[in-house]
């Protein structure tokens, strides 16, 4: 059935068109890695924050003015990554490397609710201080993540 699925993915016109014209495919790549240059440049700085190494004399709440960028980034990176994925989709779900990169963003994705529904529900108690020991291993996590997300994208067209 995912078979099937992925197939039908790659028999799309918008696949095909992917495929057959020599622009589409580095204008989606060039989007795809500028946008997640945003993501990981924007999240590095929150992360880094949150962890009490940068920026410690802006309040989290000024540091995090940067989350509509990650989610405006996030959603061109999904997108053309999603548009790159069409055209191979059975290649792709089939690579180790692409495999861990879903799980990875999956794991940045859950950390951040977590975060969210955790120590920054307390936020005004720690914003302008030293981050909760939660926040601090959240950031961590969130940082570690996205800088293997960003590698292991680089190794996809390497490894099977």
Do not use: C
């Amino acid at each position: 059935m995912l078979q099937d699925l992925l197939t039908s993915l790659e028999d799309l016109p918008i696949s095909q068109e992917i495929t057959d014209n020599p622009i589409w495919f580095p204008l989606l790549e060039a989007t795809h890695v500028l946008s997640l240059g945003l993501v990981v440049g924007a999240v590095l700085f929150l992360d880094l924050r949150l962890m009490g190494l940068f920026a410690r004399s802006e309040s989290v709440t000024r540091a995090a003015r940067v989350i509509p960028l990650i989610w405006i980034a996030f959603a061109l990176a999904l997108i053309s990554g999603a548009l790159m994925f069409a055209p191979a989709a059975t290649r792709y779900l089939a690579n180790t490397a692409f495999q861990v990169k879903l799980g990875l963003i999956l794991l940045a994705g859950l950390n951040m609710l977590l975060l969210h529904q955790g120590a920054w529900r307390r936020l005004a108690d720690w914003d302008e201080g030293a981050p909760p020991i939660l926040a601090r291993i959240s950031g961590a996590i969130s940082l570690l993540a996205w800088i293997a997300v960003v590698i292991l994208g680089r190794l996809v067209p390497f490894t099977q």
